[in-house]
């Protein structure tokens, strides 16, 4: 008899053990986590994008309303107008017409809009003196293309390329945001 009570015991413990769900909901976790996580970073890394491609194209517009209103860029002489797209190409790269001296009005350095950011990466062309690509059409009407050439998007603090080992040329690529206006005497 108590071989018979033993072994029923041991039945229902067993039983008892197999119908358990207190680890579930953990191992759906531990199933469900990466995918979410590889969601939620995918996500901020396409947010960082569009931010840096947006402030870098606002950029461009700043530098190209600047040579569209500068009498300079077009009438000076030579070096008037390199003057003036020296001075563009530093409002695209730090917000002011000097990035390389001074401080801002709160007493911190100058840095650029976007890390990374450089006058180097800013090309400016026009329709009547340093040709374009593509062309803008020459004519009476005088123009300016301010874009950004050779800036990489880098990665921020989740790599994407290394969570997925794919190439960093998938995930992080050149932006080339630019603005084209016409000049306003």
Known sequence: MHSIKMLRYLKNRIGRIVRREDGSSTIELAIVFPILLILFVGTAELGRLFYTYTTLAKATDVGARYLSTSRNAVNGTATEITAAKTEARNLVVCGYKDCTTGTQADGTPKVPVVVGLTTANVNICDNFAVAC??????????????EITNFNYAPGVWNLATMTGLGSSTFYFALKPGTETRYMP
Request: aromatic letters at 14%; hydrophobic letters at 35%.
């Open 133 to 146: 690509n593509p062309v803008i059409p020459a004519g009476t009407t005088k123009y300016f293309r301010v």
